[in-house]
């Protein structure tokens, strides 16, 4: 019986400032190439208005492109985050770099879960390999406290 493959992307420096990735080993043959990358400078690369990146972004494929688009197990990432995350700030979610026929591309959340969140740790699942991070939704703020206050009162009136 085999067990699941671990991939850590860190530094020695820092133990905890660490990516862990976790493939099921019986998703792989000895046959697959499997090429990792590990964009650490975001600089607007994969920016897009809606969204902001919050993680490195962790570009995963095989060489098999059937592979990729459909994995057929889940991918275990356990991204670290830089700064401890806020809520007041946007929801997280977890999310894949899609590309399209037409060559367009964009972020997508289809077949990425966000499975747990920690003070400096958020855990994502994906079912198919490709480039992953976790992205802050910045047009969905939350209401600050003090306005729905105000708010409450006005409507109480």
Same mark, same amino acid.
């Not at 530094?11 to 660490?18: C, Q, V």
């Given at each position: *019986?085999?067990? !699941? @493959?671990?991939?850590?992307?860190?530094?020695?420096?820092?133990?905890?400032? #660490? =990516?862990? %990735?976790?493939?099921?080993?019986?998703?792989?043959?000895?046959?697959?190439?499997?090429?990792? *990358?590990?964009? !650490? @400078?975001?600089?607007?690369?994969?920016?897009?208005?809606?969204?902001?990146? #919050? =993680?490195? %972004?962790?570009?995963?494929?095989?060489?098999?492109?059937?592979?990729?688009?459909?994995?057929?197990?889940?991918?275990?990432?356990?991204?670290?985050?830089?700064?401890?995350?806020?809520?007041?700030?946007?929801?997280?979610?977890?999310?894949?770099?899609?590309?399209?026929?037409?060559?367009?591309?964009?972020?997508?959340?289809?077949?990425?879960?966000?499975?747990?969140?920690?003070?400096?740790?958020?855990?994502?699942?994906?079912?198919?390999?490709?480039?992953?991070?976790?992205?802050?939704?910045?047009?969905?703020?939350?209401?600050?406290?003090?306005?729905?206050?105000?708010?409450?009162?006005?409507?109480?009136?």
């Amino acid at each position: *019986s085999q067990k !699941n @493959q671990t991939f850590p992307i860190g530094s020695d420096d820092i133990k905890n400032n #660490l =990516t862990i %990735i976790l493939l099921d080993s019986q998703a792989l043959t000895q046959q697959n190439r499997l090429t990792f *990358s590990v964009y !650490n @400078q975001r600089n607007g690369l994969f920016d897009e208005k809606q969204y902001r990146v #919050l =993680t490195r %972004i962790i570009s995963l494929t095989i060489d098999k492109p059937e592979l990729t688009k459909n994995f057929g197990r889940f991918v275990k990432i356990n991204f670290y985050l830089e700064n401890n995350y806020e809520e007041k700030y946007g929801n997280l979610t977890c999310a894949y770099w899609h590309i399209f026929d037409n060559m367009t591309a964009q972020w997508s959340k289809d077949g990425c879960y966000l499975i747990n969140i920690t003070d400096q740790n958020i855990i994502c699942e994906c079912n198919h390999l490709t480039h992953f991070a976790v992205l802050m939704d910045i047009e969905q703020k939350s209401t600050p406290e003090s306005i729905e206050q105000v708010l409450s009162i006005i409507t109480l009136g």
